[in-house]
């Protein structure tokens, strides 16, 4: 199957791009599936391909010597992922799961780097997205240094609602929200049932609806 | 059609400790296949989802807006 331009047009390597560079950059692109659940890369090895993502939602995570689970960012249509190890040629930070089907567009890591060399307007958008990558993980580091978990989770539910507004809505267990938070499965339990209880939200079987974004923002606010 | 559950029968080894914790009895066992019936009843508890010991259920939640 033939990679959609229209994909790789919303991809932050390709801003910029004429769509003859499209058309010549989709060249070395691959397309590759993977199922609900099924690992696309593994933290510490060594990253092949550099992916972008055509449909679904990819989750990058870190795994804890006793197994928890750390979300570090989860990654929807256009973004990529395995820049990182691609670039400098190390191992994987961070593993990749899919969380529902996933269509992925690769381009392998020696293809990505001389496609860099060859388009100069691509490695600075590189050095954006880079850039772009040091500030969520900022944020992600100031969440779980200073906020409270019903703060985290708080803000998880108000990053999270209603889908990235492209169609793609990523749907989370409590278990994923607990690895966002960086906490434990029945901390974020107990925390959405008193969000409940103070009226902010409400669980309607496999809903939860926010009712009251402001009272979540200053949750946000208050719990650090 | 009910939303329920999601059972990943890849990782499920059928112990069927789900079946008990299930209040709602959507969980059955069926030809040693834990199988899940649709039904209105299931209320969300994700106690289904805890006691798994090999994470093959999961019950995911759709954030919305009040207003969507």
Known sequence: MAVDLQILKRVAYFAGFTPDELGEAARPFFEQSFKRGEIIALEDELADNLYIVASGVVKLFKTSADGKEQIMYLAHVGE?????????????????????????????????????????KAKQNALKILADRVRHLSALVEDLSFKHVIGR??????????????????????????????????????????????????????????SNKKALENMIETAV | MAEMPYIDLDKCDSCALCIPVCRCGALVLVNNVITLIETEKCGWCCECEEICPLSAITCAFEIVFADE
């Open chain 1, 80 to 120: 990529s992922i395995s820049d990182v190890p691609v670039i400098d040629g190390l191992p994987n930070p961070a593993s990749a799961q899919a969380m529902i089907p996933v269509d992925l567009y690769g381009i392998n890591n020696v293809d990505m780097l001389a496609l860099l060399d060859k388009y100069p």
């Open chain 1, 153 to 210: 989770v708080a803000a998880i539910l108000l990053k999270y609602a209603g889908g990235d507004g492209a169609g793609s809505k990523a749907r989370l267990t409590q278990q994923d929200m607990a690895a966002m938070a960086g906490t434990a499965r029945e901390v974020v339990g107990r925390s959405l049932k008193m969000l409940e209880a103070d009226g902010a939200i409400s669980m309607n079987r496999h809903r939860i609806v926010i």
